[in-house]
Structure formats: structure tokens, C-alpha cells
């Protein structure tokens, strides 16, 4: 089995449009088969200079700069959008790509994002989550000329024509988490992808048994799933330029070597294939240093062909 390997970036720390536009268009260059980017609207570290941008908006705009890659996020917060509005902003960008979008939704979890911008937390966001997938989902799926209503604690729908649609006969649907019950049961009611979000390596294999449980509890198959991981990503040619790779995200190389997708070229490739060996399909590769394009250069030329 191929392993799918996809560029992630975190542009709340730090990143004009521009910028992304330059590694969305690098990563269809080089074969990677999707650029991803985060939904957060506040740096976690650093001035975040020159401020966010928001993730649906960048995709739109990258969704006509490339023809190709793949694009989405990882992952879209329900705090920050009703469920109406995202269904409709996801679908139009999705006929924008000609079919190139898929949607990571979760519950929002950083307090502080919210509270600079004006945004409600509430304390108890599952609920928020669960009707969201339920009504995006379901709004997608109508029939054209049929309408569709949903009535629940958070949220209410009446007479919706459902529109408009998406590209995609159906829009790929994300989720992760790492509850032992309900986010498991969740993934297996709406996703066609299960992600673990930075987990610890030796945790990875025992996660996907839990997933599996539960896609056979709802009466899936483990095949309808794609089970993937986001990891971060330093690699260099030979130790040294790993080491200035490290430090220029500021991270311990010992410490990237035991958490991500890191060392030298040979590392990286046993990393990947272990991932691989443990029921991995799908990695996204975390890119913290957005100016460094020669990374993904090497991964795509001397990693990617030995997966």
C-alpha cells in the first residue's frame, strides 16, 4: 500500500495569503496529493505577524490558483460558523476546486482565539459538533427540489432547499478526537476519514483498533474508513541540515525525532513506514516554516518514492 502523504500548515502563526498560495502551488508541483491548513484565528506562540487569515477564504482562493491538489481543513472549528452558512460556504468553494474539497469539523477547543475575537465558547461543544456533522451532512445529501429540516438542542432548520451543492457526489467529512466513546462513534456515523491529531507513536495502532470497533458497531467495514495522522514534519538531507531545520522552528531535535516526521532522509522514511505497518493510510505532513520550500522539495524527491 501507498502511503498518501499530504502537506498541513498552521497559518495562525504567521502567514499571508501569498504565502500560502506559494506552498499550495509547491505541494501540487510535487505530488503531494493535498494542501491542508488549519482554522484558527490566533497565534499559539509568537506575534503572529502578519496576522490570520481565514481558512475558507484562503481555500477559495486557492481553489482557483490550482487545478489539481487536493485542499481542506484540519480542522474546521463549530464554534465559529452555523451549520447553514458552512455548508454553504464548503459546497461553493468545492465548485470553485471542479471537486477537489474535503471538510475536517471538530468541537474548538483553544478558549483564548475566542475570546479575542468576539467568538462564544461554550463549555460544552460536542453537542455543537454532532448536529453540525448531522445538518452539513444531511444538506449535502438532499435531493435537488427536496428540502431538508433538522430540529435539535443547538440548532434548527425548516424547509431548507439545501442548496447549493456540492462539486463532489460527496464531500469527503473529517473528524478525529480522542474520546474513548463518543468521538469514536462519531467518526463512524459521519466520516469518511479518522485522524489522529499529533498523538504519541506507540498510541497510533491501538487508536485505529478503537475506530475499528466502532465502524463495526455501526455496522461498517474498516475499508470505508481512511485512517490517517497529522505529525510534524523536519527532515534533512544529513544531520546537520536537519539540526538548522529543528531550530528554526524552534524544537529540540530529540524531541522531533520522538514525536514526528523527523532526522534525516532514511528516518523519516522508517518513520513512515511504521506508521504504514500500524494501519496508517493518510499522513499530513505539519510545515511549520512556510518559507522553506526546498523541505518539501527533498521529502518529495528523496522520502515519497521509497513509500
Not at 59 to 73: D, F, H, K, M
Not at 138 to 153: D, H, I, K, R
Request: net charge negative.
Amino acid at each position: 500500500m501507498t502511503l498518501d502523504l499530504r502537506i498541513f500548515t498552521e497559518p495562525q502563526q504567521g502567514a499571508s495569503y501569498d504565502t500560502l498560495l506559494a506552498v499550495a502551488q509547491a505541494t501540487e508541483k510535487l505530488g503531494f496529493s493535498a494542501f491542508f491548513r488549519s482554522d484558527h484565528y490566533l497565534t499559539m506562540g509568537g506575534d503572529g505577524l502578519p496576522g490570520p487569515t481565514d481558512a475558507w477564504t484562503t481555500l477559495a482562493g486557492l481553489a482557483r490558483e490550482t487545478s489539481t491538489v487536493r485542499l481542506g481543513t484540519l480542522v474546521s472549528s463549530a464554534t465559529f460558523r452555523y451549520p447553514g452558512v458552512l455548508a454553504i460556504q464548503v459546497a461553493q468553494v468545492d465548485q470553485m476546486s471542479g471537486g477537489r474539497v474535503e471538510l475536517g469539523l471538530g468541537a474548538g477547543w483553544f478558549k483564548a482565539e475566542h475570546t479575542a475575537y468576539g467568538i462564544p465558547f461554550p463549555a460544552k461543544r460536542f453537542g455543537l459538533l454532532e448536529e453540525q456533522l448531522a445538518i452539513v451532512t444531511g444538506l449535502w445529501s438532499t435531493p435537488v427540489g427536496e428540502t431538508f429540516s433538522f430540529s435539535g438542542e443547538h440548532y434548527t432548520l425548516t424547509d431548507s432547499p439545501a442548496l447549493p451543492k456540492p462539486a463532489q457526489a460527496k464531500i469527503p467529512v473529517i473528524v478525529g478526537g480522542g474520546g474513548p466513546r463518543r468521538t469514536p462513534a462519531l467518526a463512524a456515523r459521519f466520516a469518511d476519514e479518522y485522524n489522529q491529531a499529533f498523538p504519541e507513536i506507540d498510541a497510533i495502532g491501538p487508536r485505529i483498533d478503537v475506530i475499528n470497533k466502532a465502524l463495526a458497531d455501526a455496522g461498517r467495514s474498516p475499508e470505508s474508513l481512511t485512517q490517517s495522522v497529522a505529525l510534524v514534519l523536519a527532515v534533512g538531507k544529513d544531520e546537520a541540515e536537519f539540526t538548522r531545520r529543528a531550530a528554526a522552528i524552534g524544537r529540540e531535535p530529540a524531541e522531533l525525532r520522538e514525536h514526528g516526521i523527523a532526522g534525516t532522509v532514511s528516518e523519516a522514511v522508517d518513520r513512515l513506514a511504521s506508521l504504514r505497518d500500524q494501519g496508517v493510510q493518510r499522513v499530513y505532513l505539519q510545515v511549520l516554516d512556510l518559507q522553506d520550500l526546498d523541505h518539501l522539495d527533498l521529502v518529495a524527491r528523496e522520502v515519497a518514492p521509497q513509500l
